[in-house]
C-alpha cells in the first residue's frame, strides 16, 4: 500500500502525492464488547473494501484481544510519513491504546494484512509507573521514530492531560513526552506541525466524569474540556491555553495538511461548532468559531434543546474539503474550506440519528429543517445510532462512517445501538460540485457478529490514511 523507491521510508513524500496512492483495499477498526451484555474481549475487524473482491463489504478477519472490557477506540502506526526520509523505517504494526484498561496493543499487519496477530501487549502497570498516565487515546508516530499517545487522566480517574511515549521498534514505554509535572489538565486529541514548532491538544473530561455515561449536570460544574492547549514542540512544554468560546468538549483537531500551514480546525461536540486556530504574526496562536450547527428544541428527549455531538472531523488531503459527523442529529456534512475563514456547505447527507421519524423524539423547532429525516435502511438493515468515525480515502472520492461513539454513550443515547450492533457504510463523494450520496451496495452489519452485536469504531487503512499521517 506504501510507495516504495530506494530511498523511500513509509507513507508518501507529500499529502497532494498520497491522494494518487492505491485505492485502498482493506480496513482495519475495532469491536467493542464492554457495555454490550457480551462477555468477550474487544476484537480488530479486518474489512474486504475491493469492490472486485468476493468478500466484498464483509469482516473477513476477527483479531480478539486477551482481555475483557480494554475499550479498544483509536489507533495509529509504529511510523507513518513523517518517517518518509528514512528508509529503515517500514509501517508494520498497528497501535491500538485501550480507552478504559489503558493497555497499549502492538499488532503485526504486515506478515499477514488479511490476517493481523498480536505482537506485544503493553501492561497498565507499565505505563503507570513510567509515566503515571492512564486513559489512553490517540496515537501517533512521530519523525523520531518514537510513537507518543494522549491521556485522559492519572492512574485513578483523575483528569490529566499527558503524552506516554513509547519506542518505535521496541515498544518500550520510555516515559512521558512533556517535562516533569508539565501536563495540561484534562486531555484527549493532539496534532503536530513541526514546522511552526507547535503541538495543539484538546480536553474531554475525567475519566471518572464520562466513564460510565454522560450527566448533563457535570456539564454545569464545569468538569469537561473548553480549551486547548498550545505547546512548544521543541521544548516539550505548555505556552498558551485557548479558552474556546461556545467551544464546549472540544475533541478531534485537524492542522491543514500542508506542513507549512499555520492554521486548522477543531470540533466541539458539545458547543456543536467548529472553530478554527491559527497563528499570529506575533507568534501566538488564537481561535475564532467559523461553523455553528443550531440545536432543535425537542420533546421525548432528555433535554428539552438536542445539540448535533460533533463528534469526528476529517480534512481531505488537498485540504479543500473539512468532513464531520452530527453524531445526534444525525448527518454528516462537506464543507468547502477553500478560505478557511468562511467555510461553505457543500454536501449534506443524513444516516439515522435521534430525530428519525417514527421515533421517540418529536422536533418542535428546527432553523434547519422542514421535517424529521426518514430512518436509513441499508440492504434490509435500519441503521442503529448516527454517523460518528468518519475516514476518507487518500484521493477524496470515498467516505467510510461507523456509528458507535463510546460504549457508555451509546448505550445511553442509543440503546438500539447496544441491541442491534453499529453498521459501517460508505458515501460517494463529488469533489467537483460537491455532494455525498449514500453506496446502497456496501454495509458492514456488525449487529450479526459470531459472538453478538459490537460497537464498530475508528477506521484504518494498511497504507496510512488522512487522520493518521503527519508531514513534515
Given amino acids: 500500500?506504501?510507495?516504495?523507491?530506494?530511498?523511500?521510508?513509509?507513507?508518501?513524500?507529500?499529502?497532494?502525492?498520497?491522494?494518487?496512492?492505491?485505492?485502498?483495499?482493506?480496513?482495519?477498526?475495532?469491536?467493542?464488547?464492554?457495555?454490550?451484555?457480551?462477555?468477550?474481549?474487544?476484537?480488530?475487524?479486518?474489512?474486504?473494501?475491493?469492490?472486485?473482491?468476493?468478500?466484498?463489504?464483509?469482516?473477513?478477519?476477527?483479531?480478539?484481544?486477551?482481555?475483557?472490557?480494554?475499550?479498544?477506540?483509536?489507533?495509529?502506526?509504529?511510523?507513518?510519513?513523517?518517517?518518509?526520509?528514512?528508509?529503515?523505517?517500514?509501517?508494520?504494526?498497528?497501535?491500538?491504546?485501550?480507552?478504559?484498561?489503558?493497555?497499549?496493543?502492538?499488532?503485526?499487519?504486515?506478515?499477514?494484512?488479511?490476517?493481523?496477530?498480536?505482537?506485544?501487549?503493553?501492561?497498565?502497570?507499565?505505563?503507570?509507573?513510567?509515566?503515571?498516565?492512564?486513559?489512553?487515546?490517540?496515537?501517533?508516530?512521530?519523525?523520531?521514530?518514537?510513537?507518543?499517545?494522549?491521556?485522559?487522566?492519572?492512574?485513578?480517574?483523575?483528569?490529566?492531560?499527558?503524552?506516554?511515549?513509547?519506542?518505535?521498534?521496541?515498544?518500550?514505554?520510555?516515559?512521558?513526552?512533556?517535562?516533569?509535572?508539565?501536563?495540561?489538565?484534562?486531555?484527549?486529541?493532539?496534532?503536530?506541525?513541526?514546522?511552526?514548532?507547535?503541538?495543539?491538544?484538546?480536553?474531554?473530561?475525567?475519566?471518572?466524569?464520562?466513564?460510565?455515561?454522560?450527566?448533563?449536570?457535570?456539564?454545569?460544574?464545569?468538569?469537561?474540556?473548553?480549551?486547548?492547549?498550545?505547546?512548544?514542540?521543541?521544548?516539550?512544554?505548555?505556552?498558551?491555553t485557548l479558552t474556546l468560546q461556545d467551544g464546549l468538549i472540544p475533541l478531534e483537531i485537524r492542522f491543514l495538511h500542508n506542513p507549512a500551514a499555520d492554521q486548522g480546525f477543531v470540533g466541539c461536540a458539545l458547543g456543536s461548532n467548529i472553530q478554527r486556530f491559527y497563528k499570529n504574526q506575533g507568534g501566538t496562536w488564537s481561535v475564532e468559531k467559523v461553523i455553528q450547527v443550531p440545536p432543535k428544541k425537542v420533546k421525548g428527549w432528555i433535554l428539552p434543546e438536542m445539540p448535533s455531538l460533533i463528534t469526528d472531523i476529517l480534512l481531505s488531503l488537498d485540504d479543500r474539503f473539512l468532513y464531520f459527523s452530527n453524531w445526534l442529529h444525525g448527518d454528516l456534512r462537506q464543507y468547502d474550506i477553500s478560505d478557511p475563514k468562511r467555510p461553505r456547505l457543500a454536501g449534506q447527507i443524513f444516516l439515522g440519528g435521534s430525530i428519525v421519524k417514527g421515533g421517540p423524539v418529536q422536533v418542535l423547532e428546527d432553523q434547519e429543517l422542514k421535517c424529521q429525516p426518514e430512518p436509513l435502511v441499508v440492504k434490509g438493515k435500519r441503521v442503529a445510532g448516527g454517523p460518528q468515525m468518519i475516514q476518507l480515502s487518500l484521493d477524496g472520492t470515498r467516505l467510510y462512517v461507523t456509528t458507535s461513539l463510546y460504549s457508555a454513550w451509546d448505550k445511553q443515547f442509543y440503546p438500539d445501538l447496544i441491541r442491534e450492533g453499529s453498521v459501517m457504510l460508505q458515501i460517494d463523494v463529488d469533489t467537483v460540485r460537491g455532494g455525498l450520496k449514500l453506496n446502497p451496495n456496501f454495509l458492514v452489519d456488525f449487529g450479526k457478529e459470531p459472538l453478538g452485536p459490537a460497537l464498530a469504531h475508528e477506521l484504518r487503512y494498511p497504507g496510512g490514511d488522512c487522520s493518521s499521517d503527519i508531514w513534515l
Fill in 1 to 240: 500500500m506504501a510507495t516504495k523507491c530506494g530511498k523511500c521510508g513509509p507513507g508518501y513524500p507529500s499529502p497532494l502525492e498520497a491522494m494518487k496512492g492505491p485505492r485502498e483495499e482493506l480496513v482495519y477498526l475495532p469491536c467493542i464488547y464492554r457495555n454490550t451484555g457480551t462477555e468477550a474481549p474487544d476484537y480488530l475487524a479486518t474489512v474486504d473494501v475491493n469492490p472486485k473482491s468476493p468478500q466484498y463489504s464483509q469482516v473477513i478477519h476477527r483479531l480478539p484481544m486477551p482481555n475483557l472490557k480494554d475499550e479498544l477506540h483509536h489507533s495509529g502506526w509504529n511510523t507513518c510519513s513523517s518517517c518518509f526520509g528514512d528508509s529503515t523505517k517500514s509501517r508494520t504494526k498497528l497501535v491500538l491504546p485501550s480507552l478504559i484498561s489503558s493497555r497499549v496493543y502492538v499488532v503485526d499487519v504486515a506478515t499477514e494484512p488479511r490476517a493481523p496477530k498480536l505482537h506485544k501487549v503493553i501492561e497498565p502497570k507499565e505505563i503507570h509507573a513510567k509515566c503515571d498516565l492512564g486513559y489512553l487515546h490517540t496515537s501517533h508516530c512521530l519523525a523520531s521514530g518514537e510513537v507518543m499517545i494522549s491521556a485522559l487522566g492519572d492512574p485513578k480517574g483523575n483528569s490529566k492531560g499527558g503524552f506516554v511515549l513509547l519506542d518505535g521498534e521496541t515498544f518500550e514505554v520510555k516515559g512521558t513526552w512533556e517535562r516533569p509535572g508539565g501536563a495540561a489538565p484534562m486531555g484527549y486529541d493532539f496534532w503536530y506541525q513541526p514546522r511552526h514548532n507547535v503541538m495543539i491538544s484538546t480536553e474531554w473530561a475525567a475519566p471518572n466524569v464520562l466513564r460510565d455515561g454522560f450527566n448533563p449536570a457535570d456539564v454545569e460544574a464545569g468538569l469537561y474540556g473548553q480549551r486547548l492547549h498550545v505547546w512548544d514542540w521543541q521544548r516539550h512544554e505548555r505556552v498558551q
